[in-house]
């Protein structure tokens, strides 16, 4: 199987766990946790920030000094927004389950300059891109707008039969205004979940080119390189984002052998 390509390692307890060091890049940490009703799991942010993504459930989120009460309220990440709660360097937290709940810790460096705070459905912008079965659903978590030091989250979901992260595009040279450096995780899940989707990861030299097949639960790491995803017909396919790079800006360059593509769509 690619070093790029995780499969779940339980459904319960820690599921996910990617440090720069495991994936062999600088910024980008990534956990996922799976709690019973009940269950509660804390840590300490140190010298990194973390958005705290209720992927599914309800869940008490404490911060710092800040108690955000009980929040949550999608049971598949397939219906409506997510609740999350940022957290600056610095900070403990701690969740504690009310029901099952898929916990994302989503992590990159930071500092201790902001508060901990709430990012309810209300703050997250929703928007449509592409058209045809290029068309997919974006859920802005902690967009570039919003305060944070390296940190960028947000979800997609990609209806069966459609292609996302399309026309291939690749954020993997510090090289602004025309494009940034953004190492990428990219959290799956599948509905129903025995379909599959499709990632290729690919350089313009291919001296790295894999083809991944995407299962409900699986996580896809992108060190660099073009990225596109197509879901199965019949199987609709959300995924986590977490990009953190040198600047905070997403500036993506397309492959120029697709480009026209945009141009089409105009």
Same mark, same amino acid.
């Given at each position: ?13 820690? +599921? =996910? ?13 990534? #956990? ?10 804390? !840590?300490? @942010? ?22 955000? !009460? ?17 957290? $600056? ?22 500092? !201790? ?5 709430? +990012?309810?459905? *209300? ?10 079965? &290029? @068309?997919? =659903?974006?859920? &802005? ?20 039969? =459609? ?12 090289? %602004? ?15 129903? $979940?025995? /379909? ?7 350089? #313009? #030299?291919?001296?790295? *080119? ?5 299962? *409900? ?7 660099? /390189? ?7 017909? /019949? ?19 397309? #492959? ?6 945009? %141009?089409?769509?105009?």
């Amino acid at each position: 199987m690619s070093d790029l390509l995780l499969k779940p390692s339980a459904r319960e307890g820690r +599921i =996910h766990h990617v440090t720069p060091g495991s994936a062999g890049w600088t910024y980008v940490g990534f #956990d996922l946790h799976g709690l019973r009703p009940g269950e509660g799991i804390e !840590g300490e @942010t140190g010298d990194r920030e973390v958005c705290l993504v209720l992927v599914t459930g309800r869940a008490r989120i404490l911060a710092g000094r800040r108690d955000f !009460g009980v929040i949550g309220e999608r049971m598949t990440p397939f219906s409506g927004k997510p609740w999350s709660v940022y957290v $600056p360097a610095g900070h403990p937290w701690r969740v504690e389950a009310e029901t099952g709940v898929e916990l994302a810790v989503c992590s990159a460096p930071g500092g !201790g300059t902001f508060e901990p705070r709430l +990012i309810g459905p *209300d703050a997250v912008g929703a928007e449509t891109r592409g058209t045809g079965t &290029n @068309t997919r =659903h974006v859920a &802005n978590i902690l967009p570039e707008s919003a305060p944070a030091h390296s940190l960028l989250v947000v979800e997609v979901v990609t209806p069966g039969g =459609h292609w996302s992260s399309y026309p291939p595009h690749k954020h993997d040279r510090d090289a %602004l205004p025309h494009e940034s450096l953004l190492e990428e995780v990219y959290y799956h899940r599948i509905e129903p $979940p025995q /379909g599959y989707a499709l990632q290729r990861i690919y350089t #313009d #030299d291919r001296s790295l *080119d894999e083809a991944l097949v995407l299962t *409900d639960g699986s996580v896809s790491l992108v060190p660099r /390189g073009y990225h596109p995803v197509g879901a199965a017909h /019949g199987y609709d396919l959300y995924y986590l984002n977490v990009m953190a790079g040198p600047k905070r800006t997403w500036r993506f360059h397309n #492959d120029p052998d697709h480009e026209w593509l945009t %141009l089409k769509a105009r």
